[in-house]
């Protein structure tokens, strides 16, 4: 999402600089402010709207997240299996990121161990500090 933010406002930039070139060429000064006044509230209006989005609505929080965990190799972790009459069977923790489906969750550790567990029969808790 950032990086789209990112390409709009140098798309933004790019054109409007064009189009200033162009009426500076033609003399125009008072087209020519207008459209840097233009250029400038697009960027602002994008910078605000992207900054409000990722500091104000839960999924962007959970966007950054994501982010945050997909390039610093994970998020510092415990991960407890219990069976199916809560006596706990494992614990794993570390920085790892989790990949789950209907029925199981996936996550390899930081010596590079892969874990798959079926939680069909039990139950797992994964708790992020």
């Known amino acids: 999402m950032i990086g789209i933010c990112v390409l709009v406002i140098i798309a933004i930039i790019g ?16 087209g020519m402010c207008f459209t840097i006044i233009a250029i400038v509230l697009l960027c602002v209006g994008t910078i605000g709207g992207t900054f ?9 929080k ?14 510092t972790r415990t991960v ?10 494992a614990k794993y923790e570390g920085k790892f990121d989790v990949e789950y489906d209907a029925e199981r969750i996936k996550f390899d550790d930081e010596e590079g161990k892969r874990h798959i567990i079926y939680y069909t029969t039990g139950t797992i808790i994964i708790d992020e500090k």
Not at 15 to 30: D, F, N, P, Q, T
Not at 80 to 89: A, F, H, M, P
Request: proline share 0%.
């Open 15 to 30: 054109i409007g600089g064009c189009i200033a070139w162009m009426l500076y060429e033609s003399e125009h000064i008072v």
């Open 80 to 89: 407890t299996v219990y069976d199916i009459n809560g006596k706990e069977i």
């Open 52 to 60: 409000w989005y990722y500091n104000s609505t839960e999924s962007g």
């Open 62 to 75: 959970r966007a950054i997240k994501d982010w945050q965990s997909n390039t610093t190799g994970g998020i």
